[in-house]
């Protein structure tokens, strides 16, 4: 029986890579004669039956940006990004959209002169940054193991050479490269957190206002607009009874921050 099944399994996985590929092709076609509605469609398609990947949330990031939907399409960039963080053309594409809704964002202070940008980091944050966001952590995990080779190599020339200057390179060497190969492992690690961590999302809705608490209130005016596209930091949340999240509390800097109903924020 285990066998007509694989059988079967081989006769038909074709068929379904065929009409994966079709799909492609439906909206590559699509998004190249202006219907990026339908590129969208397509491409959520080929997400949902097929998982995403950085190339296919690059792409649907890219229909977004064509139909002017900022908000979705930093959801896809910043996606793509944790998945390829040094991809030239999704980082070209998210400094891109990253400049245009800091313009939104200026544009809607009517004549206030504030911040729209996160607060620098401090030292250690930013070189955990990029350590993190510009390397695949398995580049670090490659470089790590190349290292502790070069390592055994080492110890080799010092365990088993009678050369005094061989045993001296295989020592001096040896730590050398165990150094790095830890160091490595430590910038894989951080890399792989980066890629599993939820603590930013960004801004669907076409004009959120901050509100001072995560209730909708008439007394409550609410605080500074961000437009959708804007990349938050998140702080904490609040759910309902059913445990759903129906509040996010946020900060960009000490200018905005305050909370957005959860349906105006994707996590990435």
């Known amino acids: 029986m285990k066998n007509y099944i694989f059988i079967l399994m081989l006769f038909f996985l074709p068929l379904f890579k065929v009409k994966g590929e079709n799909v492609i ?15 969208i469609a397509f491409y959520e398609k080929i997400a949902e039956e097929q ?14 940006l064509q139909s002017e ?25 998210l400094n ?14 009517r004549g206030k002169k504030l911040k729209v940008t996160e607060d620098d980091p401090n030292f250690f944050r930013g070189v955990q940054k990029s350590i993190s966001e510009n390397t695949l952590s398995n580049t670090w995990a490659i470089w790590g193991i190349v290292c502790f080779l070069i390592f055994s190599g080492c110890a080799v020339m010092y365990l088993f050479s009678n050369a ?18 830890m160091i490595c492992v430590i910038f894989a690690y951080m890399g792989a957190a980066y ?21 909708k209130t008439s007394n409550d005016k609410g605080g500074e607009v961000l437009t959708r596209g804007t990349k938050i930091r998140i702080i904490s949340e609040e759910t309902d009874a059913e445990g759903k999240v129906i509040w996010y509390k946020v900060r960009l800097n000490s ?14």
């Open 195 to 215: 890629g599993e961590e939820q603590d930013y999302g960004i801004i669907t809705g076409y004009k959120v206002t901050l509100q001072t608490e995560p209730v």
């Open 51 to 64: 998982g995403t990947s950085a190339a296919l949330l690059y792409n649907l990031g890219n229909a977004y």
């Open 164 to 181: 005094v200057l061989v045993r001296k390179a295989g020592f001096f060497g040896g730590f050398i490269f165990l150094g790095i190969s």
């Open 69 to 93: 939907d900022y908000g979705q399409a930093m959801v896809c960039y910043e996606r793509a990004h944790k998945l390829d963080p040094s991809n030239k053309e999704i980082n070209t594409n």
């Open 25 to 39: 092709a439906q909206a590559d076609s699509a998004y190249n004669r202006g219907d990026y509605k339908a590129a």
């Open 96 to 109: 891109y959209l990253s400049e245009k809704v800091e313009d939104a964002n200026k544009a809607e202070q």
């Open 255 to 268: 200018d905005y921050n305050g909370w957005i109903p959860a349906e105006n924020l994707s996590v990435i």
